[in-house]
Every structure is written in C-alpha cells, then in structure tokens.
C-alpha cells in the first residue's frame, strides 16, 4: 500500500513538472509572459548642459574643451546626472560660437579633434552616462562647402539655400529685399550676394544662411549628418532653433505688423508678427523622419527647441500616440514666465507648472528647465535665496530635469564690459544697449576651486572673464563645505530616484501668494511634501489653515535651503504643520508620516 502510494506520488509530481515546462516553453516562444519594460534613459536621467567653451580648459588655451570635459566625467557622475547635453563643436566660423556649422561632421580643433570626441564618448559610457548632441539643422555657415557652391549656382546645390531675386533698387541704388522678414538677431533677415545676384535668407545672423527643407536632397543630407553621430554612439539629439526651419514657398508675402507688441522698433524681430517664417506644418514632417530615424537605434532620445508663448503650438512637437515626434520639447514657460522675483510667487508657479501638465498630450513626458546658455542665471534673475527651492523643484517634479552647468553651485551673470562683449546678439546693438541683449553674462566659465581663473585653466586668460564672486563660489569650496548647494544638488539627484518620484503621482495642498507646495506621493511607498517660501520674508506658515487635501500634524525634515540654519529645521527633525518656520526663498522638503 505505502509502495503504491508513494509510485502515484511520484507520477503527480513528473506530471506536475512536465505541466510546468510546458507552459514555461510556451510563453518563452509566444511572449505571454509580462515582460518588464525598463523606461528610457531620458525619463529616469537629470539631463546636464555643458556649453564647451566655458566647462573645462584641458589643452589649455583658454577655451573650454572635449578634453577638459572628459577629465570631469567623474564629477558629473558624482553629481547624480545621466545624460550630457553637449552644445555645439562641430567646425565653425565662430560667428555664433558654434551655431554657425561649416562641416556637420567634423569637430572644429578650437574644441579638439575626432579622436577626443571619441573618447569622450567611451569615458561617458563606460561610467554610464550619455551623450546628447546639440544639433543645428535650421541653417549653416556661410563658410560651409553647400553655400559656397549654392553661390556659384553648382548642381545639385543651386537651391540648397532659400533664394530670391530683388524687388527693385531704392534711390541710393541698394538692392530692395523681396519682403519685409527680419532677422532673429535685429534687421533683415535678407542679405545680397553680388556674385549670385540674388537675396539669401537668414533667420538669424547673415553669416547663417537657412538651408531649404523643401529640397528633399537637403534634407538627406541632413539625415545623414544625424546617421553619422548615431554610428559614433552618440545617445540622441537636441534640436535647435526647430521652429524655424521652413519658411511659406510664397516668398513675395510680407509679415504683418505686432500692434499689441509695444515694440516700435522696426528692425526689432519683436516689430512682426511670424506667420510665415515661424512653426509652419511641413516642419512636423520633418520631425517625423528624424524621428523614424532615431527608432532604428536602440534608446534614443531627440529634444526640440521650441520658444513660443502659444503653449498649443509648442505642443504639437510632442506628436501623439499615433505619429510620434519628440521626446519633449523643452518647456521654457520656468524661463519666460518668471523673468524677475517680481514674477515668482505660489500662483505663478502653479500656473506655470499646470500649464505644461494640463496641455501635455496623453502619455507623453514633461520636462523643466529653470536656466540655458541663452537666459540670465536662476540667482541672479531670481534671487540667491532661491537657488536650492528651485534646484528642488526641477528635480522632485514629475518629468526630465534639464541643468545649465554651474545651477547646481548657483553661480551668478558675470558683468561683461562692451569691450569684452563676444556674444553677436549683444554687439548687434551697440555699446549703449548690449546688456539687455548679450548672453554672455551666463556663459562664463565653470568655477572650479579659488584658484587663478577659478582652476578653468592654466593658461593666463580665459575666453570670456571669470565672475570674481569665484573665490567663494566654486566646486571645492561647496565640496568641503558641511552643507552648500552643491550637496543639496546630488542628494536631490539621489532621492528622485525613488519611486515616490519616479512612479507617483502629484498633488499642490498649499498655494497661496507666498507659499508654493506640491506633494509626491505613492500607494507603498513614502510621502513626500515639498514647501517653498517665493517671498524674501521669513515666515511661519500653518499648512493646515491653506490645505486643500489632508495633512498630518507634524512631518520630517529631509533637505532644506543653505539659507536656513534653524535648530528647528535641522534634517531629520520633526516640523508641526501648523508652524512651519520659512526663511525667504526657502525650500524646505518633508518626510510625511503616517498618523498613529
């Protein structure tokens, strides 16, 4: 009987383990089984921006490298990012510091040399890190070999660039341009060429003549430019200036005038209204074959460049479900919407961070950019007090923080005398306007320690002058420091990878005038309440009066601004809700703890 008994034992249990081997075969060769879907690098990374001119000196001559930048992969891997957005190296005239592209797939030797680049490429690998492209699609240099033959009418180049005759000759005997566009960077955006006989188009400086997407040749050979850097390993591509890359083919329409500008400047690109040089539909197409591109390589991200104040227009560069198109376009509204501290406060950062939320179409990724090589520095726009709150708010939302090199020490604009002045935006208007318009203020070089030259180099100059605030304000100082901005940056950069961050989900219990909260929170996992004080006052605030969503009586602190050196705010303390104590422009970040 007991033999018996154990001879069926034995065949269930064969019976049992063939069943299982059967099934576990079948959803190996049909993909029943769930698989789990790793998000792409682009969702879980801070997204750092290295301008190359101003980073690192490593030949040195004074001017940022290739070589400079990958001797300092490790303290971008030490700061918490996954992805280096590079701006431009490719061989260039420089009348645009790079935006300005003679040969789309060579590194101009200001930078260094192919070679460099690629072992830029491998050092960032192989520490795990990306790298990002800044590519410049909308137009070339005029130095470029495609202009130059465009000139001389040589097949298949003669309408590579958008061409057109004279409407006429004025009474001084200068040639009238075919209509009234003007140039991003102040005047016409048409310039004469004697030896063609004809007006070249520019959307921004005369040096960067636009190339013609409604030649399919062009825009092949702009598909193997980004072919190119894929097959150098390169992660993916941000795009710049997209909005202007095709034009309306009617080239005899003029740009109606802004009447509620307020800009009565004529020359000024503000004076116009852009209908037809601007966001035209066969730029999405565009898009949507640099996309298909991009598919056929694994895990690629491609990132837009889209100013514009009509948040549907941005929009669209998103695609949908159906015809995908970027990543995301970067949401500048943190940048145009708050310009001054006049601007900030709890509502408006509410009302800037729904705008992009409420408007993002289904399924897509947002994204928040505080600070470029293009806007004034988030300490001196803003206010040093702010620096960490912000730092706090681009890395705890939901999406893709984006980092201008230096925000994680809070470096501030460097004043730049006339006489120093490089940037073309700011000497296009003269000695006694170009501070309103040059960017040079917040591309000065990265403060390393309190060195000559802020350690950038050790040569005897620097390309552009060093803020003198380096002695104080530089990497080693906030490295050894007990607490500072920079190590406020790379715990921030640790904990939103939690889930609460990466997974959950976003509420904003507290928004008054002065207050800004929002919440993060997910079922498991820890609660966590972000509080910022936009006022230069310090305050006590009771959460519970201004809630909108139950509280606890009490929290923890975790992080808190530089700013704040209180006993009562110290980490890892316990914060009644009803008292929360808010130096100006604090950032204050809370544990919440589940009630007995």
């Known amino acids: 009987m007991d033999r018996k008994y154990f001879q069926i034992c034995l065949l269930a249990i064969v019976f049992v383990g063939t069943i299982i081997v059967i099934i576990v075969c079948f959803e190996a060769k049909y993909g029943i089984r769930e698989k789990v879907v790793e998000s792409p690098f682009w969702q879980t990374s801070v997204v750092y921006q290295v301008y190359p001119r101003s980073f690192y000196d490593g030949q040195p001559d004074e001017t940022g490298d290739i070589t400079g930048i990958t001797s300092k992969v490790d303290y971008l891997l030490e700061l918490g990012v996954g992805a280096v957005w590079l701006s431009p190296v490719y061989t260039s005239p420089m009348k645009d510091f790079g935006y300005d592209v003679a040969n ?95 007006f070249y188009f520019h959307q921004f400086l005369p040096e960067q003549p636009d190339l013609n997407y409604r030649n399919h040749l062009v825009r092949e050979e702009m598909k193997k430019v980004l072919t190119f850097w894929l097959k150098k390993g390169v992660d993916g591509f941000r795009i710049d200036a997209i909005k202007h890359l095709f034009e309306v083919e009617d080239l005899s329409q003029n740009e109606p005038v802004a009447t509620h500008s307020g800009v ?193 180099t050790t040569a005897n100059s620097t390309w552009l002058p060093v803020n003198p605030n380096y002695k104080v304000l530089n990497v080693k100082a906030q490295t050894q420091a007990e607490t500072s901005h920079l190590k406020i940056y790379k715990e921030l950069a640790v904990l939103r990878r939690a889930d609460t961050f990466s997974k959950g989900h976003i509420a904003f219990p507290v928004v008054t005038k002065e207050i800004f909260s929002f919440l993060r929170y997910l079922e498991g996992s820890e609660k966590y309440l972000l509080v910022i004080n936009t006022s230069e006052e310090e305050l006590e605030v009771n959460l519970h009066r201004h809630a909108n969503l139950p509280l606890p009586s009490s929290a923890v602190v975790v992080l808190r601004s530089v700013t704040d050196t209180s006993e009562k705010t110290h980490p890892g303390s316990e914060v009644p809700l009803d008292k929360v104590p808010l130096v100006g422009g604090e950032g204050l970040l809370l544990n919440l703890q589940a009630e007995d």
Request: charged share 25%; net charge negative.
């Open 104 to 198: 789309f797939t060579e590194i101009d030797p200001i930078f260094g040399s192919m070679a460099d680049f690629d072992d830029l490429v491998t050092t960032l690998h192989r520490k795990g890190l990306k790298l990002v492209m800044d590519f410049v699609p909308n137009h070339s240099s005029d130095q470029h070999e495609w202009f130059q033959r465009s000139v001389r009418c040589e097949d298949p180049y003669t309408d590579f660039y958008i061409w057109a005759n004279s409407s006429g000759v004025d009474a001084n005997g200068t040639q009238i341009p075919p209509n009234n566009w003007l140039s991003v960077f102040r005047g016409s955006a048409w310039e004469w060429n004697d030896e063609r006989q004809q």
């Open 264 to 456: 009565q400047d004529p020359d000024d690109y503000d004076y116009l209204n852009h209908t037809y040089t601007v966001d035209q539909p066969e730029t999405l197409t565009v898009v949507r074959e640099w996309r298909q591109l991009l598919n056929q390589y694994p895990d690629r991200v491609m990132m837009v460049e889209v100013y514009n104040d009509d948040i549907d227009a941005v929009m669209k560069y998103y695609g949908n479900e159906t015809v995908p198109l970027a990543d995301f376009p970067f949401n500048f509204f943190l940048i145009d919407n708050l310009q001054s501290r006049g601007d900030l406060t709890g509502e408006s950062l509410r009302y800037t961070i729904d705008l992009w939320l409420d408007n993002m179409p289904e399924g897509k990724w947002p994204n928040w950019v505080t600070g470029n090589h293009d806007n004034g520095r988030v300490a001196s726009r803003l206010g040093r007090d702010l620096v960490d709150a912000l730092n706090m708010l681009t890395l705890l939302l939901p999406g893709t923080p984006v980092t201008y090199y230096g925000e994680e020490l809070g470096m501030e604009n460097t004043f730049i005398s006339w006489d120093e002045t490089k940037d073309p935006e700011g000497c296009r208007w003269g000695p006694d306007l170009y501070q309103e318009h040059s960017r040079d203020p917040e591309r000065t070089p990265m403060q390393w320690d309190n060195c000559t030259n802020a350690g950038f």
